[in-house]
């Protein structure tokens, strides 16, 4: 990833479910953080019901700072 990075290519990560795709995306995120020295902002979509869990893995491995948005009435926005 940090190769595709330093070479303006996109990256997919679509392996089965506990492979490490969030690690390796967070590693990524903190790599840059740390020896690019670029801060961010870095914005993750994912499915609501894994998002308390990115933010708990972002809190516990990286010393970045992580905030979870989530609008409830989203779907009233939407419309």
Same mark, same amino acid.
């Given at each position: 990833? *940090?190769? !595709?990075?330093?070479?303006?290519?996109? /990256? /997919?990560? !679509?392996?089965?479910?506990?492979?490490?795709?969030? *690690?390796? +995306?967070?590693?990524?995120?903190?790599? %840059?953080n740390? /020896?690019?020295?670029?801060?961010?902002?870095? %914005? *993750?979509?994912?499915?609501? +019901? +894994?998002?308390?869990?990115?933010?708990? *893995? !972002?809190?516990?491995? +990286?010393?970045m700072n992580? /905030?979870?948005?989530?609008?409830? !009435?989203?779907?009233?926005?939407?419309?």
């Amino acid at each position: 990833m *940090i190769r !595709a990075w330093h070479e303006h290519r996109n /990256v /997919v990560l !679509a392996d089965e479910m506990g492979l490490g795709k969030t *690690i390796m +995306t967070l590693s990524l995120f903190d790599h %840059l953080n740390k /020896v690019h020295k670029l801060r961010g902002p870095f %914005l *993750i979509l994912a499915p609501l +019901t +894994t998002l308390e869990h990115w933010k708990r *893995i !972002a809190d516990d491995w +990286t010393n970045m700072n992580s /905030v979870l948005y989530y609008d409830p !009435a989203s779907s009233e926005g939407r419309e």
